[in-house]
């Protein structure tokens, strides 16, 4: 059932599942992510077959065919919701967040895409699994919750968080002492990195650290660090309301004033600025 948002008196298309049954997938007008936390399932999606174990994550999306043929002790949980909730409202609008023509999250679309080089599949590893089922479940504990008028806004902060990592899984095929660290800062990027973290975490050091992550990414290990909370950042002006404070303590800045020295640094603008014109921008698209 569609959410009724208690503070502003809309309604919000989204539903949360803690234990959810497969076979009720998917759901009509409803993205899906699902998240196998315990046990095995065997199925077809789209004509492609598919043989997963916990933990995982399964991408639906409405029209997909997905038939079960057999499971063993399945535990999932998902959490659904209609492709307009990924709009973004501009500022002059204040009553319904499912308005078209406006910005939109578009970081984890391609997971929705299934063909045969993606099937809407991603395992999740014993290092990333911790750190995603802490974000879907608070996630899943805020549409039920509904705390305060920026609920909304904070489910988009867990989405824009899971689908870069989920696209950083699917892209990350390299498994190297660089690759680790990279995995690292994504999972991480909210608390406090040093370069002592990074170079305990790959037996290297800052010399040699620095230089395999500009032969990677062209940057250093701390100039990715900064372009990836930078980024994520980023998607949260544009898709949330919450204030520059709460925005520069999710991505990792101790200060608030620090963010915005270093937002301007790359942006040329103001948070506030970016904000402004990223809303409106989509008006002339």
Known sequence: MPQVDRHKNRQVDIEFNPTQNLKQLPIKSRH????????????????????LQ??????????????V???????????SFNPLFLNT???????????????????????????AQHIGTIALTSDIYPKFLQWFFTLGMEVNVQSDDLWVCRIKQYLIQIFNLLQKLE?????SAIDQAIKYIHLN???????????????LNRVSLNNQFKQRVNQTALQYL??????????????????????????GFEYDTYFM????????????????????IASVQ
């Open 226 to 251: 900064l372009s990836y909370r930078l980024n994520i950042a980023e998607q949260m002006l544009t898709h949330t309301g919450m204030s520059l404070n709460d925005i520069a303590f999710a991505t």
């Open 89 to 115: 409202v501009r500022l002059s609008q204040t009553r319904d967040i499912s308005v078209p023509n406006t910005p939109r999250i578009k970081e984890g679309l391609s997971l929705f895409e299934n063909n």
């Open 171 to 175: 892209q990350d095929t390299q498994t």
């Open 54 to 67: 916990a933990p995982n994550i399964i991408c639906l999306k409405d029209g997909d065919n997905l038939t």
């Open 261 to 280: 020295k270093q937002f301007k640094q790359k942006t040329g603008m103001s948070p506030t600025q970016y904000r402004n014109i990223t809303r409106e």
């Open 69 to 79: 043929t057999d499971s063993k002790n399945l535990v999932a949980s998902s959490f």
């Open 32 to 51: 899906s992510l699902v998240l196998l936390t315990q046990g095995q399932v065997s199925f077809t999606l789209n004509g492609f077959p598919c043989n």
């Open 189 to 203: 990027y909210a608390n406090q990195i040093h370069s002592e973290d990074l170079t305990d975490l790959t037996h």
